[in-house]
Nanobody, 126 residues
């Protein structure tokens, strides 16, 4: 059974940092893109960042560009989201996602992903 498990969420003050991790089990995703999305209750799931299988391609939402960094360790089957200079508007549940398709792509739409974690809450206080 494929599982994605996020960790690292919590409550922080604005301007501080958090590091989210996602560990995959049940299969490897070394040939697949992986991404991070976030969602506030009552709103649509929002793209945050994506990294392709090799790590050579990354995309970020404009709202996090320059503050967040996505990376992956294929040997450990993990993907990480380093979040710096956090703002109250970054408050959301953050989800890790994996694309079942193989290739060089780095999808940014939530419906292009096949596997999802349960999410981890990030709350940024002002």
């Amino acid at each position: 059974q494929v599982q994605l498990a996020e960790s690292g969420g919590g409550l922080v003050q604005a301007g501080r940092s958090l590091r989210l991790s996602c560990e995959a089990s049940g299969r490897t995703f070394i040939s697949n893109a992986m991404g991070w999305f976030r969602q506030v209750p009552g709103t649509e799931r929002e793209f945050v960042a994506v990294i392709n299988w090799s790590g050579g391609i990354t995309y970020y939402a404009d709202s996090v560009k320059g503050r967040f960094t996505i990376s992956r360790d294929n040997a450990k089957n993990t993907v990480t989201l380093q979040m710096n200079s956090l703002k109250p508007e970054d408050t959301a549940v953050y989800y890790c996602a994996a694309d079942n398709d193989y290739g060089l792509g780095a999808p940014v739409k939530w419906y292009e992903y096949d596997y999802w974690g349960q999410g981890t809450q990030v709350t940024v206080s002002s």
